[in-house]
């Protein structure tokens, strides 16, 4: 079926250890997006993606890698853990920004705690 | 900056009733503004959207109002269903920024039957 899968949904890890969560679409859509989710912070930006090869920093980058070899994966990477970066993680990818709308559509969020 | 808040918490109604649901912004460079419903366990789902150049658009049962000289955006949910228990989040986008979305925090709405 088309949409967005995020591998895992539930991962507990270390704190210094690395860990790559994995976002999967079938859409074809050139854009694709990294949130998390935290109570009383809702959804905010880690890195969003234009297009293959072409990444760029949102409103809370710092910890986080990205990539994106190919359109349709964009794997984030927690080089060395912390607690704080316990959360949901939500994938998203959209069409461009442009004459048509062009909401995001989600995935349905990896669980990370880190110990 | 580019908040985007909620006035509501918790938003209670009963089963039948209509829910609105307001959103207050304050980037007005905003040209696109969407409504999300999260339930427990899922990502966010695509409800309805709204171009700065228009005031309303309607939906299935949904209608989305955008005042943008207060920068007020609402959602209306008609005959209210128990399946409609969530939380639905509004973003903003900000024109020339790429696709990206700003999040409210969120606001529960509980059915009550």
């Known amino acids: 079926d088309a949409g967005i899968t995020q591998s895992p949904r539930y991962k507990i890890t270390e704190t210094g250890r690395q860990v790559t969560l994995m976002c999967h679409q079938t859409w074809s859509h050139s854009y694709m997006f990294w949130y998390r989710q935290d109570l009383g912070h809702g959804l905010r930006l880690i890195y969003y993606s234009a297009a293959a090869d072409i990444t760029d920093k949102g409103e809370v980058p710092d910890g986080y890698v990205v990539s994106r070899s190919k359109t349709e994966n964009f794997p984030l990477t927690l080089e060395s853990a912390t607690r704080s970066q316990t959360s949901v993680y939500f994938c998203?990818?959209?069409?461009?920004?442009?004459?048509?709308?062009?909401?995001?559509?989600f995935g349905n969020g990896t669980r990370l705690t880190v110990t | 900056g580019e908040s985007v808040g909620l006035h509501l918490p918790t938003l209670s109604v009963q089963e039948g009733d209509n829910s609105i649901i307001n959103c207050a912004y304050s980037n007005s460079a905003s040209d696109y503004f969407i409504w999300y419903k999260q339930e427990s366990g899922k990502g966010p789902q695509f409800i309805i959207d709204?171009?700065?150049?228009?005031d309303k658009r309607q939906g299935q049962r949904v209608t989305v109002l955008l005042n943008k000289t207060v920068k007020h955006l609402s959602l209306q949910i008609a005959a209210t269903q128990p399946g409609d228990s969530a939380v639905y989040f509004c973003?903003?986008?900000?024109?020339?920024?790429?696709?990206?979305?700003?999040f409210g925090t969120g606001t529960q709405l509980k059915v009550e039957l």
């Open positions: 998203a990818s959209s069409e461009p920004a442009g004459t048509r709308n062009s909401p995001l559509h």
């Open positions: 709204i171009r700065s150049n228009m």
């Open positions: 973003a903003q986008r900000v024109t020339g920024g790429g696709n990206k979305l700003t």
